[in-house]
């Protein structure tokens, strides 16, 4: 056996263990990308549906509610200041006043109790918030809970009203959060559909062809 012979043969080998070894780590780096890209998807799925999408629902929720309720205070002083009533019907209207104010309020108590039901959404479903959102999540429980405290539990009773004006104002709807929640709803959204076109369109190209003979 010749060595020119030999060396064909171990660069032939040489060359197919390098072959082999290239199409390996391709096929290797493909799968591992494509389990990378599932378990995005996966991830952004829960995130829809176990977080954005519920607070999206309240939140949209809440903002019509508040219209409404804003519309509600609008006509009530339409209707009913600055106007002189008849002796006779003031206890008819003032009735019609407590009716209008009841129903205004019902409808703030109802984004509270919205309010109420966001913040469990929040503390059950923490690891799934974005990062750039846990500051104004965090303010938005803050305000929820002063709320409740210092409103529906009239904890602050007492206290010196120019105190109360320093620890400043408690909003029970924020615009700013309504707005963040549908912006990172629209985009998860549109960020899993891309994925999901993705991965059919790359289905559709590696499935085998077939003829048929004729």
Known sequence: MSEGFLDTVVAGSFGGLVVGLIIFFFQW?????????????GYLQNQLHDLYGPLHFFLSQNEQLVKHSVEIDRQYKDYFEGKQWA??????????????????????????????????????????????????????????????????????????????LKLGNVRFYDPESATRVRQKWNAKRDELRT????????????????????
């Open 195 to 214: 994925f999901r076109t993705g991965f059919v369109g790359r289905r559709m190209r590696s499935r085998p062809t077939t003829t048929t003979e004729r």
């Open 29 to 41: 780096y493909k799968e591992t990308r494509t389990e990378s890209r599932r378990r995005h998807v």
């Open 87 to 164: 002796d006779e019907a003031m206890k008819r209207i003032e009735e019609q006043a407590l009716a209008t104010i009841h129903l205004s309020n019902r409808y703030s108590e109802k984004v509270t109790e919205n309010n109420t039901a966001m913040v469990d959404i929040l503390q059950t479903q923490w690891y799934l918030i974005d990062e750039d959102d846990i500051e104004l999540f965090s303010s938005f429980q803050t305000h929820v809970i002063r709320h409740h405290i210092e409103f529906a539990e009239n904890q602050a009773k007492g206290v010196p009203l120019s105190i109360r």
